[in-house]
Nanobody, 122 residues
């Protein structure tokens, strides 16, 4: 069981950068692959990036490849999402979640944070 808590969201101009952090409590943090998802108003929650249990495998949505970097530090029970070259279409609530199954599907992630708002202005 993990309890993710996201932070680092905010307002940024297009082309700028933000780093999101996901602090996940629990003694079994390393037993979970972690993912970042986002949801804009009126849209379905979509996959952004995932990182495997020890960080050896990484998966990105095509929309963020080359701009976003996911990483994790199991010693700190923390997952990060470095977001560069931000675009207005990146505006959404960003969620951190944990799963025991390697997947892009939100339904397979059983542990979710509260979300953090990212707003990119043009």
């Amino acid at each position: 069981q993990v309890q993710p808590v996201e932070s680092g969201g905010g307002l940024v101009q297009a082309g700028g950068s933000l780093r999101l952090s996901c602090a996940a409590s629990g003694r079994t943090f390393s037993n979970y692959a972690m993912g970042w998802f986002r949801q804009a108003p009126g849209k379905e929650r979509e996959f952004v990036a995932a990182i495997s249990w020890r960080g050896g495998s990484i998966d990105y949505a095509d929309s963020v490849k080359g701009r976003f970097t996911i990483s994790r530090d199991n010693a700190k029970n923390t997952v990060y999402l470095q977001m560069n070259s931000l675009k207005p279409e990146d505006t959404a609530v960003y969620y951190c979640a944990g799963t025991t199954t390697w997947s892009r599907q939100p339904a397979t992630y059983g542990y979710w944070g509260q979300g953090t708002q990212v707003t990119v202005s043009s």
